[in-house]
């Protein structure tokens, strides 16, 4: 059975078309893929959400090193778990989207990578992002010293106010002379 336009209801598409990066096919495939991830009884309730552990299942999210926290982001639980609604779904695939400004994308890559949500990237911030990139094996990590001398130049390149953190126009600066960011 194919998702249709009325089993969103015209005008909620039409509402999520606006709000969103997403086209109406995207729109609808979303609404797909998100109901695959719901149990039979889920499907009648409103407003349902997705554990984070069934959203990390998806094939595009599996293997990207920022999936977790890419859940908390997106998420509007009051739990702060990770689960996400349809709503919240969508958001992040629009994100993700190819349409989406530039502006959007580095304030959500931003977020991503702002592990304490305090608001900057800070050294804590910073040492976990490379370790991510990285891997966190014993083969991958980098070592002490050269953690910190790569934080040091990830600062002396973005940390125009040089108080020790980059805070989000900072970020979005450099991003902006990086045009492979966008992709």
């Not at 609404?31 to 499907?43: D, I, M, N, P």
């Not at 349809?86 to 931003?110: M, R, V």
Request: hydrophobic share 35%.
């Amino acid at each position: 059975m194919g998702t249709t336009a009325s089993q969103l209801g015209k005008d909620l598409l039409s509402e999520y078309q606006e709000l969103t990066f997403l086209t109406k096919q995207e729109i609808l495939l979303a609404h797909k893929r998100f109901t695959e991830l719901l149990s039979k009884e889920e499907k009648d309730l409103p407003n349902t959400r997705v554990s984070m552990e069934r959203i990390l299942s998806l094939p595009e999210l599996k293997s990207n090193p920022f999936r977790e926290r890419i859940c908390h982001v997106f998420s509007t639980s009051a739990h702060q778990d990770g689960s996400l609604t349809f709503e919240d779904f969508l958001d992040l695939l629009s994100a993700f989207s190819d349409s989406a400004t530039l502006e959007i994308k580095s304030h959500y890559a931003f977020r991503i990578f702002d592990f304490d949500d305090d608001g900057t990237l800070d050294c804590g911030d910073l040492e976990k992002l490379v370790n991510c990139l990285t891997g966190e094996t014993d083969d991958t990590r980098l070592g002490p010293e050269e953690m910190r001398q790569l934080i040091n130049n990830i600062l002396e390149e973005s940390d125009i106010d040089k108080d020790g953190t980059v805070n989000l126009s900072e970020f979005q600066h450099v991003i902006s002379r990086s045009p492979d960011f966008v992709r």
